[in-house]
């Protein structure tokens, strides 16, 4: 029984690239969420997503961010034209359950680091 | 928009002694709480959780949250501190009437236990 997963764990990229980050919910959750977590401050929510569908992507920080997910399973976070202030830990969390009110399973995180 | 403040971003107790986490929420309607704890080099978990059922909600290791509306307060409780209690914590909300899927987190409170 895996849990979620994410990758890669660390990524350090220069100022201006793209960056993909990917995350594999637990097996047959059919929410997923994604969340950045910056040090000294909470999570901030940023994407969630039922089955394929994104219904509220007002938590992505600029239109440089976007996600998408495929097959109701792995989900992809791709920052475009990465900044300094996009170094932070990056969380996925999946949940089975067709409320919101069910517990997030959280992967470990990517932390990313913008030079 | 809900929002939520966790008091004390850093909380020392004794080993033995009474915990308290202090949680208050903004909410326009009656809300999902939530309490997830990050324990040294692991992954978010979730502790407990309120959905409109008792407002007195036991959680894993010891642990309870009691929903007062009056005050809009989910504050963590635990008798008896144990140096395993070591942590993160983190308050979170969401709102039922849009599918509670979209999780606002607090900023964390760090909690040191003294032996």
């Known amino acids: 029984g895996a849990g979620v997963s994410q990758s890669p764990s660390n990524k350090v990229t220069e100022k201006g690239k793209d960056v993909e980050l990917r995350c594999d919910p637990i097996s047959g959750h059919t929410a997923l969420y994604w969340y950045r977590q910056s040090l000294g401050q909470g999570l901030e929510f940023l994407i969630y997503f039922q089955g394929n569908s994104a219904p509220d992507k007002s938590g992505l920080p600029s239109d440089r961010f976007s996600a998408e997910r495929t097959g109701g399973s792995v989900s992809t976070l791709t920052i475009q034209r990465t900044q300094q202030e996009d170094s932070a830990v990056y969380l996925c969390?999946?949940?089975?359950?067709?409320?919101?009110?069910?517990?997030?399973?959280f992967g470990p995180g990517t932390r990313l680091t913008v030079l | 928009a809900q929002s939520v403040t966790q008091l004390g971003s850093h909380v020392s107790v004794s080993e033995g002694a009474l915990v308290l986490l202090r949680c208050n929420y903004s909410s326009s309607v009656p809300p999902y709480l939530f309490w997830y704890v990050q324990y040294p080099n692991q992954g978010l978990q979730l502790l407990l959780k309120y959905t409109s059922a008792a407002t007195l909600v036991k959680g894993i290791n010891g642990f309870e949250a009691e929903f007062k509306k009056s005050e809009t307060s989910f504050h963590l409780t635990k008798p008896s501190a144990h140096m395993s209690d070591a942590a993160e914590y983190f308050c979170a909300v969401s709102d039922p009437n849009t599918g509670g899927f979209k999780t606002i987190f607090g900023a964390g409170t760090r909690l040191f236990v003294k032996a």
């Open positions: 969390a999946s949940s089975f359950t067709s409320g919101g009110a069910g517990e997030q399973f």
